[in-house]
């Protein structure tokens, strides 16, 4: 997700993946200069591929891939300053879903739920699933299963568009 400020500066979701790996927010100026790059949850393990989604002009909460530690669980964050900062905490901050070392996508939907495609199992990448939070992140219910493979199926890198 892209958010455009005021000054004419926009952010974005990026991640860094060099022998430890983050989730990064990277503020770009309106003659594209990068302007800062700030850290998610960069001390607490290896979070990377943040899916962002705002909540409020300045409130946005990110879905993070758990880059190969345990629990295999999808990663979460939030931002109450439009970026400016990101917890950076050692706490144990995730979702009640399973996510086996697997990319995810998040939208907010017109009707203002947020709309989130994972791997919901501990191994392996062969069960696409979406899940449905009508409180911004708080709380999650399985909606449609997309993929049920079998092994060797890999259905890992989802994207999200409503039209």
């Given at each position: 997700m892209l958010f455009r400020s005021q000054d004419g500066s926009i952010g974005l979701p990026?991640?860094?993946?060099f022998v430890r790996k983050?989730?990064?927010?990277?503020?770009?100026?309106?003659q594209g200069a990068v302007l800062?790059?700030?850290?998610?949850?960069?001390?607490?393990?290896n979070w990377l591929?943040?899916?962002?989604?705002?909540?409020s002009p300045?409130?946005?909460v990110a879905a993070l891939r758990a880059?190969?530690?345990a629990p295999k669980r999808v990663g979460w964050s939030a931002t109450h300053d439009g970026g400016q900062s990101w917890p950076l905490d050692s706490g144990d901050a995730t979702l009640d879903l399973p996510n086996p070392d697997s990319s995810v996508a998040m939208?907010?939907?017109?009707d203002g739920s947020l709309l989130m495609a994972c791997n919901p199992i501990e191994h392996g990448r062969n069960r696409l699933q979406l899940f449905r939070s009508p409180d911004d992140g708080a709380s999650w219910k399985a909606s449609r299963l997309?993929?049920?493979?079998?092994?060797?199926?890999?259905?890992?890198?989802?994207?999200l568009l409503q039209d």
């Open positions: 990026a991640y860094h993946e983050w989730g990064m927010w990277v503020r770009v100026g309106a800062q790059a700030t850290p998610m949850r960069r001390y607490s393990g591929q943040p899916a962002v989604v705002a909540t300045c409130d946005a880059g190969g530690q939208i907010r939907l017109s997309i993929e049920a493979g079998g092994e060797g199926d890999e259905f890992s890198y989802p994207a």
